[in-house]
């Protein structure tokens, strides 16, 4: 961020509490849906060339367009969908915001291992209708072993955490990828990724439910 005290502070205002809660009120969020064949639909052309970056993590997520000030599916909880493909394993990584997984198709283990490794005692299992989570800051990878994708449905409270200026990732794992995401400084979870690179690479997705 750049700035200057050159002319002062403009930014800066004092005001009556009246003033402040009529600020801080938040207009109403009208029920909605997303279609599943929406879902699927924009999930369709996701193959091991379409991808965010070398971990192979690709996804949709559900956003509320009456949101102001954030983006997701409320003001604090963000949900998407992951498909992981047969015999694939992503990275480890990890951030300071939980992480709930529900398994809607498919069969893998994550391995929740903050040095990193993936060993037998720390995996825990899933299978199609199962839920996992983890917790803030623990080191995570998943693995698909089924025949057919893995499909995730992911919880996050990240966006509560981001109004906050709060939200850190470690992505992948390495101390050296540990990056404050703060809007305007990171333009992907992966700290080698440019927004010429990310334009390059992105899947741009905009589906809206119409029934």
């Not at 893998?108 to 825990?124: A, H, K, M, Q, S």
């Not at 839920?131 to 966006?159: G, R």
């Not at 080698?192 to 589906?207: A, F, G, M, W």
């Amino acid at each position: 961020m750049q700035w200057t005290n050159k002319n002062g502070y403009d930014w800066c205002e004092l005001v009556d509490i009246d003033t402040l809660v009529g600020r801080l009120l938040q207009p109403d969020l009208r029920p909605g849906k997303w279609a599943g064949e929406d879902i699927r639909k924009a999930m369709g052309g996701f193959t091991k060339e379409n991808r965010r970056h070398d971990d192979q993590r690709r996804g949709v997520t559900l956003v509320h367009n009456d949101l102001v000030g954030s983006a997701g599916l409320s003001p604090s909880i963000s949900v998407s969908f992951q498909p992981i493909l047969p015999g694939e394993k992503l990275a480890f990584h990890r951030h300071n915001y939980v992480a709930i997984y529900y398994w809607v198709e498919g069969e893998g283990y994550t391995c929740n291992d903050d040095d990193g490794i993936d060993r037998e005692e720390t995996r825990i299992y899933w299978k199609a209708g199962d839920v996992s989570i983890s917790p803030a800051w623990v080191n995570h990878a998943h693995v698909c072993t089924s025949k057919e994708p893995a499909l995730q449905l992911a919880i996050h409270d990240f966006p509560d955490l981001c109004y906050r200026r709060a939200m850190l990732n470690e992505d992948p794992d390495g101390h050296e990828n540990l990056r404050h995401m703060v809007k305007g400084v990171v333009p992907s979870f992966n700290n080698l990724d440019t927004v010429e690179d990310l334009e390059k690479r992105s899947q741009k997705i905009s589906i809206k439910t119409r029934s």
